[in-house]
Structures are given as structure tokens and as C-alpha cells.
């Protein structure tokens, strides 16, 4: 069964579509980042899957089940786990205080409690190991990411949805958070994930798809699409070169 399935989607503001048609899937376990030039409609397709934004055709389906017609928080408690873009995390409280909000938000199924969850973030994220104490906006912009995804990580969802990770981050805060990106897709947790940094992106998952003009214009395993020399030229820019 697939984490997510995503059917002839068609979506868009008001009377404009930018969406035409779009299917994709991201298998138990596997991995999918989305890349594509400036407007394609990337965070549009974020929208439609976490819930934010109402497709005007085709379905979404989580783990099997049809929640189209559910809103974000419906879909949260179905095993989505959402880290958006921007305010991600709660500046004003701990680190471990944020990460027992992400705990608490959805009752947990997971063995072990707050306790257990939070031995398996800090495996993921040994980064954030001496630093429970220290307030959430006053960590570096990478440390944040990783506070964002371990709070919503924490309650086990089925399928972690990332809308660009990198954005804003220095090469190498970028660099260990998306080391931290491939030691959640090792974990088993499926991950859907937008991403700029095409290298960075189809560097940490399993499966790449293009998004061009609101249509779906490659799909294949990520190393193939990072190798492809036309891709590379056409859609993935210079900084997906070896
Ligand atoms: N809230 C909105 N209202 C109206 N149009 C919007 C809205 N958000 C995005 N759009 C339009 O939808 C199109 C796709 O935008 P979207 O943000 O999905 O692209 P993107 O691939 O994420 O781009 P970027 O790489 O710049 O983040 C763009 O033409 C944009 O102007
Ligand atoms: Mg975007």
C-alpha cells in the first residue's frame, strides 16, 4: 500500500489553475522530492496534499484511505506529519518543550511515550542532544529545521511532508540537516518533500519528480534524474553538477 496517492490533480487560486493533471505516489516507506523551476507550481502541490488547498479535481489518498475531502488538522490525525516552509517552530519555548507540543498534539500509538520518542529524535538528531534546554529561537536556522521535524515526527506520523528544508540555511547547515533528511528516510518513515537545492534534494531520497508548468515532465529514481544531462541542463540548473 502506498504512503500517499495523488490522482489527476487539478488545482489552482480562484478562476487560474496551475495544477494540470498531476499523479505521483510515494510507496510504505519510500521517498519522493519534488523539484521544478520558479512558479511550476511546487508549494501548490504541498497545499493539495497537506490539506491546504481544495483540488478542483482527482483525489488524495493516505495509507489507502480517500481524505480529499478532509481539511489539514483531519489529516494530521490520519499520519501527516507537516514542517512548512516558514514558522516551523515556537521561537519562545525549548527545545524539548517544543518537541512535547509535536508529542501532544496528536495522541500517540507509539510504545514508549514521550520518553521513547524522544530517545528515537535524538538518535536521528544527535545535533539537538545537549541542547533541550535552549530556547527554540535561539538556535541556529538549521537546528530549527530539525527541531520542526522532530516535533512533528514525534507523535510517528505515516508521511513527512517537507516544503523547502534548505530555504534560507548556509551550505553547511544545509548539508547536516539533509544528512539528518536521509537518516529519516533510512528510518522507514515515508517522506514527501519539496525542495530548491535539486542536488541537496534528489541526494537524500529514492524517487525524483519534475514539475514544470503545473505538469508532471519526469519521474524516476532521483539518481537517475540528478545523472540525466538534459534534465540537468533544462530543469535542475548548475548546482545539480557532480
Ligand atoms: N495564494 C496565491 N494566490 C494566487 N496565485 C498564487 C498563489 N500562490 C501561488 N500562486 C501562483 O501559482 C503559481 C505557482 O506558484 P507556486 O508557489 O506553487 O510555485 P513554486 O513552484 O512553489 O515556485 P517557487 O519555486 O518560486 O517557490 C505561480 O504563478 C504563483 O504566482
Ligand atoms: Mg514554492
Do not use: C
Not at 501527516?80 to 524539548?96: K, L, T
Not at 507523535?155 to 551550505?171: I, Q, T, V, W, Y
Not at 519528480?209 to 534524474?225: E, I, K, S, Y
Amino acid at each position: 500500500m502506498s504512503a500517499l496517492e495523488v490522482q489527476g490533480i487539478e488545482a489552482g487560486y480562484g478562476a487560474r489553475s496551475i495544477l494540470h493533471g498531476i499523479d505521483l505516489a510515494v510507496s510504505d516507506r519510500g521517498s519522493l522530492t519534488v523539484v521544478g523551476p520558479n512558479g511550476s507550481g511546487k508549494s501548490t502541490l504541498m497545499k493539495v496534499v497537506v490539506g491546504l488547498i481544495r483540488p478542483t479535481r482527482g483525489s488524495i489518498r493516505l495509507l489507502g484511505e480517500d481524505v480529499t475531502g478532509l481539511a489539514a488538522p483531519a489529516r494530521a490525525r490520519r499520519g501527516v506529519g507537516y514542517v512548512p516552509q516558514e514558522a516551523n517552530v515556537f521561537r519562545n519555548m525549548s527545545v524539548r518543550e517544543n518537541l512535547k507540543l509535536g508529542f501532544e498534539f496528536i495522541p500517540s500509538w507509539q510504545p514508549g511515550g514521550f520518553a521513547g520518542r524522544l530517545d528515537a529524535m535524538l538518535d536521528l538528531f544527535p545535533e539537538l542532544s545537549d541542547r533541550l534546554g535552549t530556547l527554540a529561537g535561539h538556535l541556529s536556522g538549521g537546528q530549527r529545521q530539525m527541531v520542526a521535524m522532530a516535533a512533528a515526527l514525534m507523535p510517528g506520523p505515516a508521511l513527512l511532508a517537507l516544503d523547502e528544508p534548505s530555504a534560507g540555511l548556509s551550505p553547511r547547515n544545509a548539508g547536516l540537516l539533509f544528512a539528518a533528511i536521509g537518516r529519516i528516510v533510512d528510518s522507514g518513515v515515508a517522506v514527501f518533500m519539496i525542495e530548491q537545492n535539486t542536488r541537496l534534494g534528489l541526494g537524500a531520497v529514492e524517487d525524483g519528480l519534475v514539475l514544470v508548468a503545473g505538469q508532471v515532465r519526469a519521474r524516476a529514481p532521483a539518481h537517475a534524474l540528478l545523472a540525466d544531462p538534459e534534465m540537468r541542463r533544462l530543469y535542475l540548473g548548475a548546482e545539480a553538477a557532480p
